[in-house]
């Protein structure tokens, strides 16, 4: 019974050409968020929605980008990707914000940029 | 600055033995502590989360404990199975009640279990 989705979850793109990752919850939670992780590093936080009020990250670079358009899918757009964005990318959701409630993490799309 | 510092890095024990995974953390003032298990190529999975009122808590073979006073959690894991090789994230959450961005996560610590 998956209930964070991500798709693809393996995902190859070439420099410079944008690409889209998709998250689908089944939770109904009011909170989505994407993260960055790379080898051996702890998951960096990229943005959040809560519920439709987007919250970005101070250091989030422009070239990332992000859409909820309903409660259920949220999508993580990297508009020109570069060598240094090859990573794992994780979805999560919680029920509100604020640290108080667990994430509830996707199987996360791994990036490779050639 | 809120930081979180796990050790060992990594980990290697035979099957059937126990662990410990350690966990410091500078955040003040805290909320809670959680740990998650991270299989290669997967994403986190909570496995036991405490509230500063909370010493110890298990679930299965996963024990955690936490010492508010000297910010220290651990993680015990007992007659450990093949399944249990995975990277052992700890996640400390401040007590600010805002927003998302006020966790902070260890590198982790990564387990290998040898048959």
């Known amino acids: 019974d998956a209930m964070v989705i991500q798709n693809p979850r393996y995902q190859v793109t070439q420099f410079g050409k944008p690409v889209t990752l998709s998250c689908s919850q089944t939770?109904?939670?009011?909170?989505m968020y994407w993260y960055q992780q790379k080898s051996s590093q702890a998951p960096k936080l990229l943005f959040h929605y809560y519920d439709k009020d987007f919250n970005n990250e101070a250091d989030t670079p422009d070239n990332f980008q992000s859409r909820r358009p309903n409660t259920s899918f949220c999508f993580l757009d990297i508009r020109s990707p570069g060598l240094g964005d090859a990573a794992m990318y994780l979805c999560?959701?919680?029920?509100?914000?604020?640290?108080?409630?667990?994430?509830?993490f996707g199987p996360g799309t791994r990036l490779t940029v050639l | 600055k809120n930081q979180v510092e796990q050790s060992p890095q990594s980990l290697i024990i035979l099957e059937g033995k126990n662990c410990t995974l350690q966990c410091n953390y500078t955040v003040s003032p805290f909320s809670n502590l959680r740990w998650y298990k991270q299989d290669t190529g997967r994403g986190p999975v909570s496995l036991t989360i405490m509230t500063f009122s909370e010493n110890t808590k298990s679930n299965g073979r996963y024990t955690a404990t936490l010492d508010a006073d000297t910010k220290q959690s651990s993680l015990h894991i007992t007659a450990s199975q093949l399944s249990d090789s995975a990277s052992y994230i700890c996640?400390?959450?401040?007590?600010?009640?805002?927003?998302?961005?006020?966790?902070?996560f260890g590198k982790g610590t990564h387990l290998i279990i040898q048959p």
């Open positions: 939770l109904n939670h009011n909170v």
């Open positions: 996640v400390v959450s401040p007590d600010s009640g805002g927003g998302a961005d006020g966790l902070t």
């Open positions: 999560a959701t919680s029920w509100q914000a604020g640290g108080t409630d667990t994430q509830y």
